[in-house]
């Protein structure tokens, strides 16, 4: 269950017939709708109606836009197309945000193995089984109340770093042991860890902590794309 519900309107079909989905939200033009309905619709008026779309979307995005770093070093990226000399750069649409902290994440961290959803839709499948294994989201608390991925569980990246009061509970209940020399993982929980998504680093924090700590690496699954990308292809949140 997604706590968040969105006014949304859906535009399908071409040449022809201009289908339309709508919640809540009028829409006007060849014919003002409140259903699915199909509604006949010109060839000129639908193309006209996608270029006045297109033209204000375009300006909001001049408008807010603004240049922001790839990665905290990585600022742009020279190349040559068509003998021309361009940099590829990182344009973003909010420009209250900035890098870091929102700096595109690798897609490797040490050997770590990166998952996309597919596995990640298996590793859920064997939960059920009472294996060894978590699903983690490790963002704030905040955004897990506001939604998951259903059968994660919440180990906000902050409570692993050393100054959280919260570590040392957290590393014993994964099945760490701590020693005078420090942490000693062996009969520990595989761990599928996630975040936002691409430019978040509390996945990638979270990881790089544990292993920092001595977690093993092959106790460890990635997946890269979090909330955003499971949202965006139409996955299940809860």
Known sequence: MNFCKKNYIRILGICGSLFLQADTIEIGGCATVR????????SDSLLNTQSSLFQVEDENRTKTSSKMNITESLVSVPVTHEKQELQIERNVIDATQSCPPFCIQPMRIAGVETVAELETLAFIATLKEK?????VDARSSDFYR????????NIPYTMLRNESKYQKEVLTLLGGKQSSKGWY????QTLLIFGNGAKDIQASSAIKT???LGYPE???????GGVESWENLGLTLY
């Open 35 to 42: 259903s699915s309905e199909p509604q006949g619709c010109s």
């Open 131 to 135: 294996k060894p294994q978590l699903l």
């Open 146 to 153: 506001k939604s998951t991925i259903p059968g994660a569980i």
């Open 185 to 188: 993982f062996k009969n520990i």
């Open 210 to 212: 544990l292993l920092f």
């Open 218 to 224: 092959n106790k460890i699954l990635y997946y890269r």
